[in-house]
């Protein structure tokens, strides 16, 4: 079985930073997905990982680490416009299993 | 602009109905899937599909039944309609044989059942 945990609700600053954070425990893990859900819109691929490490993409990074079974996404430069829920995902024997969210919050 | 359609967007019909929720995807992809999501909660997989005449159920029990007769078109439907199917349906697709290929999701059906 698959089990993914990540906070329910975080809020930061326009302009700032934010890390979001999700653990997962996952038999036959094959890499972890990132998405990002605006209120009433389907979710949209953000990042995947499957190796140790960080992976960069403009404004979003997201971080691996196998040992742990952890990851993070994150989000610098914040705009009004990233105020949405970020989903983990991750890929196993089982197929892929999503947590229920992070709903981020950005303040002016 | 989207390469995975789902009609209709928004649907309130009464119990013991029957519904088809449609959803076509213009990518060629092998994989679909049918989610089900309820408000501030997570998505659940309800069926999915690895080609043409492929149908498995997911990890949510589902009284529904899906189809793939094209590899465009995967359908969803609910013989008898009744208020606990209400909640969000949303499709997604992927490429087939290609481990870190991403889901992409229709806009979804936010279904009401009265």
């Known amino acids: 079985g698959q089990n993914i945990d990540q906070p329910t609700e975080m809020t930061a600053t326009e302009g700032a930073i934010v890390q979001i954070n999700c653990t997962y425990q996952?038999?036959?893990?094959?890499?972890l997905f990132w998405y990002q859900q605006h209120a009433g819109e389907a979710p949209t691929f953000l990042s995947y990982?499957?190796?140790?490490g960080l992976e960069e993409k403009g404004r979003f990074s997201s971080f691996l680490s196998r040992s742990k079974g952890y990851s993070y996404l994150l989000l610098k430069e914040l705009q009004m416009k990233d105020s949405a829920s970020y989903l983990c995902a991750g890929r196993g024997a089982d197929g892929l299993t999503f947590g229920k969210g992070t709903h981020l919050i950005i303040q002016p | 602009e989207a390469d995975i359609y789902q009609t209709p967007r928004y649907l309130v019909i009464g119990t013991g109905k029957k519904i088809t929720l449609e959803c076509s995807q213009t990518?060629?992809?092998?994989?679909m899937y049918w989610y089900q999501q309820d408000p501030g909660m997570e998505l659940h997989l309800i069926h999915y599909?690895?080609?043409?005449?492929?149908?498995e159920k997911g990890d949510l029990s589902s009284e529904s039944t899906v189809s793939r007769i094209r590899t465009e078109h995967f359908p969803l439907t609910l013989e008898s309609a009744r208020p606990s199917h209400t909640s969000q349906y949303l499709c997604?697709?992927?490429?087939?044989?290609?481990?870190?290929?991403?889901?992409?999701f229709g806009n979804g059906t936010r279904l009401t059942v009265t």
């Open positions: 997604a697709s992927s490429e087939g044989g290609v481990n870190n290929s991403p889901l992409h």
């Open positions: 599909s690895y080609g043409v005449n492929s149908t």
């Open positions: 990518m060629g992809h092998d994989k």
């Open positions: 990982n499957v190796l140790d």
């Open positions: 996952t038999s036959g893990f094959n890499g």
